[in-house]
């Protein structure tokens, strides 16, 4: 039964949570971190750790792509970015924090985003891009927009793409316009490599992503200490709830289709190491990180951080803002060892040892953990 409450006369609304307002609760077993496993598949693609990067120019970057596939994630690069329109991305990059220096107005360094994303996409400039991520050996992974997937796929898929992810604020399973509508199960079956759609944030979008042949969804939109989508657009995703609902999709996908699995991918609301145990004890599969591998000494943004929603021409939603100096490296954040005590430093040991300390082996049965919420 769901919690309703009345927020005013004639008009309800569902009681949801977010990330910060459960708790795992322990079970009668602990064991040894050295026992437990954090590695999952997507489709035939298999990683070592539950980690999908946010596609920002200031995470991702073809060296900063293959640095963290060798370490065991998946990397995915903005094939509407930077690296697409610049043959100098440092420069372009110095363009922004330089508009930002010294200034706490954000607007400077939105505008200077805006410019340099009115550059046109260069095939060849991507090709390059692809090319140097294909040629290290890890798996090759873009980001498009809905409004641009028909038009930039074939050339992603030429430069050798082997995971696409089709991302906006919010998704869903046909976008109507006055155009030609994406839809989005006859684009998915249309293509031979496997394709992640998002973000939603409940059951029923869920749902009917995953009945577009989706191999994954994406909940939430990656909401953090960038993101205004709450501010521009009055949107929210709490969590918590929105990953249990995309689970509950899951499984009743799974149970429609005599097996089919898709993956949950948890994009949002996550601002510390237990929060991705939470996110992964609510039914994720794996995690969307940004803003905490924007502090790490590979990340081409230098410490700064924004999503591509800052970009729009028309209406940006992400600011432009330090989370601080990149001090530590890619490895050290993911593994550490650490030097702080708030769980922004070795990140998927701490789940490992969120895992242990509750009794669990693998991330499947971390997902049916016990959870409290707090009054």
């Known amino acids: 039964m769901r919690d309703v409450v009345e927020i005013g006369m004639g008009r309800e609304a569902r009681r949801a949570y977010d990330l910060d307002q459960i708790e795992i609760v322990p079970s009668r077993r602990t ?34 792509a293959v640095a963290i596939g060798r370490l065991g994630g998946l990397a995915v690069l903005n094939a509407e970015g930077l690296w697409a329109r610049h043959s100098d991305v440092d420069a372009a990059l110095a363009e922004v924090r330089d ?51 028909r038009e930039l796929t074939p050339m992603l898929l030429a430069g050798g793409v082997e995971i696409l992810f089709v991302q906006g604020t919010i998704i869903s399973a046909e976008h109507v316009s006055r155009g030609e509508p994406l839809n989005l199960k006859e684009f998915i079956n249309s293509l031979d490599v496997p394709v992640v759609a998002g973000g939603c944030g409940d059951y029923r979008t869920a749902m009917h992503l995953m009945r577009t042949g989706a191999a994954g969804v994406i909940v939430g939109y990656g909401q953090g200490v960038a993101t205004t989508t709450d501010e521009v657009l009055g949107i929210g995703v709490p969590m918590a709830t929105a990953i249990v609902d995309a689970a ?42 940004g803003e905490q591998l924007a502090e790490a000494t590979d990340a ?76």
């Not at 050295?34 to 060296?63: C, G, M, N």
Request: glycine share 10%; charged share 25%.
């Open 31 to 64: 064991r040894s971190s050295k026992e437990v496993s954090t590695e999952w598949r997507l489709d035939a693609y298999q990683f070592d750790i539950p980690l999908v990067t946010h596609p920002t120019d200031a995470v991702v970057s073809p060296a900063s």
């Open 248 to 289: 509950a999709a899951r499984r009743d996908y799974l149970d429609e289709t005599g097996g089919r699995y898709v993956h949950v991918i948890a994009d949002g609301g996550i601002r510390s190491s237990g929060d991705i145990a939470k996110a992964i004890a609510c039914g994720a599969d794996a995690v969307m990180l």
């Open 99 to 149: 508009a930002l220096e010294g200034s706490s107005d954000p607007g400077p360094a939105i505008r200077t985003l805006q410019e340099l994303h009115a550059a046109p996409i260069d095939e060849g400039l991507l090709g390059e891009a692809l090319k140097t991520i294909r040629d290290a050996g890890v798996t090759v992974a873009a980001r498009v927009s809905p409004q641009r997937a």
């Open 300 to 375: 081409p943004g230098g410490g700064l951080y924004w999503t591509s929603a800052a970009a729009h021409p028309n209406l940006p939603r992400s600011d432009v803002v330090t989370v601080g100096p990149a001090d530590r490296t890619l490895e050290q954040v993911l593994f550490g060892p650490s030097d702080e005590p708030y769980g922004s430093v070795n990140l998927f040991g701490a789940l490992r040892r969120a895992m242990a300390k509750t009794g669990y082996s693998d991330l499947k049965e971390f997902q049916r953990v016990g959870l409290t919420v707090r009054s």
